[in-house]
């Protein structure tokens, strides 16, 4: 298995991240050497071995659903870069057809 | 009254013979000398804390009841949420970022009587082992203001060894309260996965993540655990069992502990210092009647690859939620919704957030996510079962903290893979969920080493009372480095 610099572009992209070029090269670089040394772990022979996801032995934990206070407005807006009327603004997400 | 354990200052304070404003106004002083040279905060309170002191004196002289930690100047970790000071996690991202609640360990502390007196440098959201990655400056190591804290707690463990505060608090997720406690001489204990609510706690890696503690002795330390841990209905992977009193527990009889050592894992990486230091630290043990066996963790030296692909995978949704949109910021001047993401996480991520995030997304994307995550996370289960298999053999597990001395600023920033290594020891047992102290056990060319000492599962009374023996007769504790004896001379 060998992972290109199209590889890491393209998780560039799902990831939503700005590189530059070079960076994007030296990351890839990283990762090629990272990866190498992190594919150790395929040398372990775990047919029958379950993957762990938690560590606790807790399941389907529940609670009761009961009426509490939640955030005021005002309060979830404080760290919104851009807002208005109340809302999270954010740039037009659909292209206008004409 | 500030080089005093704060068991002894509580004491006073209560039996009024030292007041809560004297205390803080002894501790700011010191706290702000000491801050120009070693840098542990991003953020300093000091008209908050000393009207949280005042408040407690009005408390005290109409006799009131006061909380167990009454008085007691402490720091907080800066991914940590606190309402009244801002919560950065050492990022740009998030460098104006004032959260809307407290953390439930924070409230924990203020109802205890605590008074935080600021928030601590990092590696960027809790990512690294020198504090090197804070986006904002480096921290100082106060045994050698040319060497690393440690990391990602750095900056609570330099406030604690330098006698900024006397707890504080840090989150552990492959040993960053482990490490830096040893690399600053001081003690700090990662309690068992579930047994601290992670409420406010800033996500990194939530399978691993756990909030710590750091204090320069053993029963300051027992103290502020059991004053942070127990269930939270706010985070269901609290757990239910209730939280014994460690510090009163302290005292009661360990008897004759079986005390494994795990030689394998140790074939890698451990340089003489620490291992001549490790096996000195033996050596008391058995002096106190403690009885040494070799124990076997075959998978653990696996842990670096497993752990650097879970966590990061983990890493790569929690840190999905930095979008620019709810909070924090925003890139300027982009009119398409998919640019003003990537350009403002591209602006708003260091070197280290971006790698992890992209090994994590690696791990899971199509067609590579059952030979890495997968894969590692059933490596995961054996690490898990080496340590079950060891603990029917053994009560606890001891193994040095750091393969290395606290290096030097800037040696391993280069090199993420150099950077990696120096957690080999304390992440197996974060891949296993386990509770694991580290406690000082030698100075080696006037740097600190440390030992950590972990225990099965809810096993965190053991471990402090086997701590407290070791503390008593090696008398490693309330250490002084250098620059505080200069200083306060």
Redesign the interface.
């Given at each position: 298995?060998k992972?290109t610099l199209e590889?890491?572009k393209h998780?560039?992209h799902?990831?939503?991240?700005?590189?530059s070029e070079e960076e994007l090269k030296q990351?890839y670089q990283?990762?090629v050497?990272?990866?190498d040394?992190?594919?150790?772990?395929?040398e372990?022979d775990?047919e029958n071995?379950?993957?762990?996801?938690?560590?606790?032995p807790?399941y389907n934990?529940m609670?009761e659903d009961n009426p509490g206070p939640t955030?005021p407005r005002e309060?979830?807006l404080?760290?919104?870069?851009?807002e208005e009327s109340g809302f999270?603004k954010?740039?037009?997400?659909l292209e206008a057809e004409d | 009254m500030i080089f005093q354990p704060a068991h002894k200052i509580l004491k006073e304070i209560r039996e009024r013979n030292l007041s809560p404003v004297e205390v803080i106004q002894a501790t700011l002083e010191w706290a702000q000398k000491l801050e120009g040279k070693l840098r542990s905060f991003l953020v300093l309170d000091p008209e908050g804390a000393l009207a949280k002191a005042l408040m407690l004196e009005e408390k005290l002289k109409k006799g009131e009841e006061v909380g167990p930690l009454a008085g007691i100047p402490v720091a907080v970790k800066d991914n940590i949420c606190t309402r009244r000071m801002t919560t950065t996690c050492g990022s740009r991202i998030l460098e104006?970022?004032?959260p809307?609640?407290d953390a439930t360990v924070v409230e924990k502390l203020e109802r205890a009587g605590a008074i935080i007196i600021g928030k601590t440098n990092c590696d960027e959201f809790a990512m690294g082992s020198s504090t090197e990655n804070s986006a904002f400056f480096k921290t100082a190591n106060p045994w050698d203001i040319e060497r690393v804290p440690g990391g990602s707690s750095g900056g609570s463990a330099t406030s604690v060894a330098s006698y900024q505060v006397f707890l504080a608090l840090g989150s552990d997720t492959g040993g960053s309260v482990r490490q830096p406690a040893s690399f600053c001489g001081i003690f700090g204990m990662k309690p068992t996965?579930?047994r601290v609510s992670r409420y406010g706690l800033v996500a990194f890696a939530s399978?691993l993540d756990q909030i710590g503690t750091f204090a320069r002795n053993v029963p300051d330390l027992a103290l502020l655990t059991e004053v942070i841990s127990g269930h939270d209905?706010r985070d269901?992977?609290s757990?239910p069992e209730p939280v014994p009193s460690y510090s009163k527990e302290l005292d009661s009889p360990v008897g004759t502990l079986r005390i494994g050592v795990p030689w394998d894992l140790l074939q890698e990486g451990l340089t003489p210092e620490v291992k001549e230091a490790f096996e000195d630290a033996l050596e008391i043990f058995e002096r106190a009647g403690f009885a040494i066996e070799e124990v076997s963790l075959p998978?653990a030296s696996?842990g670096?690859?497993?752990y650097?692909?879970i966590a990061p995978a983990e890493a790569?949704a929690n840190l999905?939620r930095y979008?620019?949109?709810?909070?924090?910021?925003?890139a300027k001047g982009?009119?398409?919704?998919?640019?003003?993401?990537?350009?403002t996480?591209?602006?708003g991520?260091g070197a280290e957030v971006?790698?992890r995030?992209?090994?994590g997304?690696?791990a899971l994307?199509l067609g590579?996510r059952d030979?890495?995550y997968?894969?590692?996370?059933?490596?995961?289960?054996?690490i898990?079962q080496d340590f079950q298999k060891a603990f029917r053999k053994v009560d606890l597990i001891a193994l040095p903290t750091s393969p290395t001395l606290p290096f030097k600023l800037g040696e391993k920033v280069q090199d993420?893979?150099s950077m990696y290594m120096s957690d080999l020891y304390t992440i197996p047992i974060s891949l296993?969920?386990l509770p694991a102290i580290s406690i000082p056990i030698a100075l080696k060319n006037g740097l600190p080493v440390g030992m950590q000492i972990v225990g099965p599962a809810l096993s965190e009374s053991l471990i402090f009372k086997a701590s407290y023996l070791f503390e008593r007769e090696s008398g490693l504790s309330n250490l002084k480095p250098p620059i505080v004896e200069e200083l306060s001379a």
């Open positions: 298995m992972i590889i890491v998780i560039a799902l990831a939503r991240l700005e590189f990351f990283q990762m050497e990272l990866l040394h992190f594919a150790r772990i395929s372990l775990t071995v379950p993957p762990t996801s938690g560590i606790l807790l934990v609670r955030l309060e979830a404080k760290n919104a870069p851009e999270f954010i740039p037009t997400i | 104006n970022f004032l809307p609640y996965y579930g399978s209905p269901s992977t757990l998978h696996y670096i690859p497993t650097y692909l790569s999905a979008d620019g949109i709810r909070f924090g910021l925003r982009e009119e398409n919704l998919i640019s003003l993401y990537k350009k996480r591209g602006e991520f971006k790698r995030i992209m090994l997304t690696f994307s590579y030979a890495f997968v894969k590692a996370q059933k490596v995961r289960t054996l898990s993420p893979l296993a969920g």
